[in-house]
Structure formats: structure tokens, C-alpha cells
Nanobody
Framework: QVQLVESGGGLVQAGGSLRLSCAAS????????MGWYRQAPGKQRELVAT???????NYADSVKGRFTISRDNAKNMVYLQMGSLKPEDTAVYYC???????????????WGQGTQVTVSP
């Protein structure tokens, strides 16, 4: 199975920056898209940004121009550089990977355990 572990969350003042990291490990045959999602209290989980293994990115309108997603395919890592943070960015951020553990399995979504990001006014 693919395991995802996030790091880098924390408390930051509005206007500040944070960098999230996510490491994929375990049994990995292939990882296609990777991404970040977030869930604020009382709200549904929403897409923040995704990146294909070729480097094509996609962002939620609310973070365009402030967040940058990147990945290191050799290390099975994905990063989210967050800048100009706002209180409304406060949420648990989840790493996501789409891939397969073996060549015989179907493509699956894998999720990390989440990391808290809190932006104070």
C-alpha cells in the first residue's frame, strides 16, 4: 500500500508563509497525480492544488497566485508553498496521491492523515 505522510503545518499570522511537504512510501508501482486538499471545520473537503507526474498544475481559484505546488518524482514527494496566507486558509490540509501499489491493482486514491494549518488575523 501507498502511505502518505504530511509535515509542515502550524500556526502563522495573516500574510505569512508556510511550506507543506508530503512523502509517499510503502509499496509503490506508480503514482500519477498528486495534490493537496483541505477541510475547514463544518465544511466539505475541497481541492487546493494538483500536479501531474509531468508537472501540469491546477489550482483552486481561491489560492491562485498565492500557493505553488511542486513535486519531486524521484523522491515521491509533493510540496505546497503557501504565501500571503489568510485566516480563511485555516484548515486541515490533506495530501492525495492517485496511483497503484502493484501493476495488478486498480488505480486508487490514497490520503495522508492531514496536517493543521491555522492562520491568525
Amino acid at each position: 500500500q501507498v502511505q502518505l505522510v504530511e509535515s509542515g503545518g502550524g500556526l502563522v499570522q495573516a500574510g505569512g508563509s508556510l511550506r507543506l511537504s508530503c512523502a509517499a512510501s510503502g509499496l509503490i508501482f506508480i503514482i500519477d497525480d498528486m495534490g493537496w486538499y483541505r477541510q475547514a471545520p463544518g465544511k466539505q473537503r475541497e481541492l487546493v492544488a494538483t500536479i501531474t507526474n509531468g508537472g501540469t498544475t491546477n489550482y483552486a481559484d481561491s489560492v491562485k497566485g498565492r500557493f505553488t505546488i511542486s513535486r519531486d518524482n524521484a523522491k515521491n514527494m509533493v510540496y505546497l508553498q503557501m504565501g500571503s496566507l489568510k485566516p480563511e486558509d485555516t484548515a486541515v490540509y490533506y495530501c492525495n496521491a492517485v496511483g497503484r501499489s502493484t501493476r495488478y491493482e486498480k488505480v486508487r486514491n490514497y490520503w495522508g492523515q492531514g496536517t493543521q494549518v491555522t492562520v491568525s488575523p
